[in-house]
């Protein structure tokens, strides 16, 4: 079995956490809309992972919708004492399966709500604020109103900590200014670099960085690349992505997602994967061979 630990830990909110988590997105139906195909897996994927020393799970009560939080609970309840379940708020979705704003300050006290009582806690540990911009990615705009009311739950003893996500360098200042800031999770990878700066900045601040799609944004040329270099390593992509991402910043906490336990393995393996400075020299030039595909 892996050892995931050798990837290190890092602190969120005021707990330790293995860099190395788990991302429930996929334990959903296709488009993280319906139930899973196969929930016997779906389940076994949270326990391996569990068992395998994980002990940071990212979910959402509108992954499914409902889905991922009941199959956590089903599966994991009671939860191990040294578990962190981070959840995120601020989102919705329609009955055809679209990705909608609510993130009125009711909006998000009736989703931090539905969230503990979907997991069956008292108080969730982290939950991320999801900003829903323009488009998929970040877009600028005030977020004093959001955050406040997170504040106020957090007040209120429904939230212990608060995370922002999908969010700009401007908006992570704003929210700091009103919060206490336990973690960024935004897009980011080898070759979405947009956050570099911002990585560096809440690494210097102790807080944690939380990326997300670690293949997301390649071009076809990129992807070649990676694949070749992952060839010579005789590892993954998916691995190699994943060490790059443990190796470029202490402050970084990964948690790719699967519905497999296969998949899940794999994963996992990257915390033992060891890049030298020659792959990491062929890895950044894959980050300057051509501009990132939109997001």
């Known amino acids: 079995m892996t050892d995931i630990a050798k990837a290190g830990s890092y602190r969120l909110g005021e707990r330790e956490v293995k860099r190395m988590g788990y991302g429930a997105m996929q334990l959903a139906g296709r488009g993280v809309f319906g139930p899973p195909r196969d929930r016997g897996e779906a389940i076994a994927v949270l326990r391996e992972a569990v068992a395998s020393g994980v002990n940071h799970i990212d979910t959402s009560d509108y992954y499914g919708p409902f889905v991922t939080n009941e199959i956590i609970r089903e599966a994991l309840h009671p939860y191990p004492d040294d578990l962190v379940i981070v959840t995120k708020v601020g989102a919705r979705r329609g009955e055809d399966g679209s990705w909608l704003h609510w993130n009125r300050p009711e909006d998000l006290e009736q989703g931090v709500r539905d969230n503990l009582q979907r997991l069956g806690v008292e108080a969730m540990e982290v939950v991320n604020l999801r900003i829903m911009g323009d488009g998929h990615g970040p877009s ?156």
């Open 140 to 295: 600028e705009g005030s977020i004093a109103g959001q955050v406040e009311a997170m504040a106020r739950l957090q007040q209120g003893g429904l939230v212990r900590h608060i995370g922002i996500s999908n969010v700009t360098a401007a908006q992570v200042a704003e929210a700091r200014g009103i919060v206490e800031i336990a973690c960024v999770q935004n897009m980011y990878n080898l070759v979405h670099r947009e956050d570099d700066a911002m990585v560096d900045e809440l690494a210097a601040a102790g807080i944690a960085y939380v990326p997300f799609f670690p293949l997301g944004g390649f071009t076809p040329l990129q992807s070649g690349e990676l694949s070749a270099i992952a060839e010579d390593l005789g590892a993954t992509p998916m691995q190699v992505a994943l060490a790059w991402l443990l190796g470029h910043s202490p402050n970084i906490l990964l948690i790719p997602g699967t519905s497999s336990r296969a998949h899940l393995r794999e994963n996992l393996a990257a915390a033992e994967l060891q890049l030298s400075e020659a792959v990491l020299s062929r890895l950044d030039a894959i980050a300057r061979s051509a501009e990132p595909a939109e997001a």
